[in-house]
């Protein structure tokens, strides 16, 4: 599962951050499909009161769904990029994810 936080501040790679999910983008990378959660960095002044995705201006927006399009463009991939929906979405593929997960940790980590 893939997160994009939004903040002002650089990371370093491998950081462990405190984020709140506010959306999620739904896309088709070659035909299969691929959730990227949506969140803001909660320590960052500038991003820490945005509770959903639609709370967004709309050119941000508009940069989030032109980076994951050209990035997989780069990669010489097909995408798709559907639209955004917001915080109460992200978190149900969250809980998927964890589903998924439990269920299948054993293969997913070659134990089984």
């Known amino acids: 599962l893939d997160v994009l936080v939004l903040g002002n501040e650089p990371v370093v790679p491998l950081s462990i951050m405190q ?3 506010i959306g999620v983008m ?5 035909g299969k499909p691929d959730e990227k959660i949506i969140a ?3 320590h960052d002044p500038a ?4 509770t959903d995705i639609s709370q ?3 050119h941000m927006s508009s940069e989030i769904r032109r980076f994951f399009m050209d990035y997989k463009i780069l990669e010489g991939k097909t995408v798709t ?3 955004f929906e917001g915080a109460a979405a992200a978190l149900q ?3 998927d994810a964890f589903t998924y997960y439990r269920a299948e940790e054993n293969r997913l ?3 089984g």
């Open 26 to 30: 739904h896309m088709a990378d070659e």
């Open 19 to 21: 984020a709140r999910a």
């Open 81 to 83: 990029v559907d639209e």
């Open 93 to 95: 593929v969250i809980r």
């Open 40 to 42: 803001v960095h909660i």
């Open 47 to 50: 991003f820490l009161d945005y």
């Open 109 to 111: 980590r070659g134990w």
């Open 56 to 58: 967004l201006p709309k």
